[in-house]
Nanobody, 121 residues
Framework: QVQVAESGGGLVPAWGSLRISCAASGRISGLQGMGWYRQPPGKQREMVAT?????????????KGRFTISSHNAISRHNAKNTMYLQMNSLKPEDTAVYYC?????????WGQGTQVTVSS
């Protein structure tokens, strides 16, 4: 089992910046990758950015050059934790959405509850 939880959403003016985080814990050694998806109001969920354990990244065309995905592993004697970030710069009103974190195993996806990002014009 893997647990994921997002944090850091909020209200930001257009052209502002925001960083959101996702903490993954549990059996993270088996993950193929992690990613950020978002669901704008009245629209379907869409991929924003993904990252593999080898730090190979992929971005949606709409966020290339503005968003940066990164991750950090912290392994202690008692547990392992991965924290994934999404640094969002030059935000636009169309970036307003609920942002979801996902952790991917070969046969299962683990989704967080989502964090709201609202960009005011």
């Amino acid at each position: 089992q893997v647990q994921v939880a997002e944090s850091g959403g909020g209200l930001v003016p257009a052209w502002g910046s925001l960083r959101i985080s996702c903490a993954a814990s549990g059996r993270i050694s088996g993950l193929q990758g992690m990613g950020w998806y978002r669901q704008p109001p009245g629209k379907q969920r869409e991929m924003v950015a993904t990252i593999t354990p080898d730090a190979v990244v992929k971005y949606a065309d709409s966020v290339k050059g503005r968003f940066t995905i990164s991750s950090h592993n912290a392994i202690s004697r008692h547990n392992a934790k991965n924290t994934m970030y999404l640094q969002m710069n030059s935000l636009k009103p169309e970036d307003t959405a609920v942002y979801y974190c996902v952790a991917v195993e070969p046969n299962r996806h683990y989704w967080g509850q989502g964090t709201q990002v609202t960009v005011s014009s």
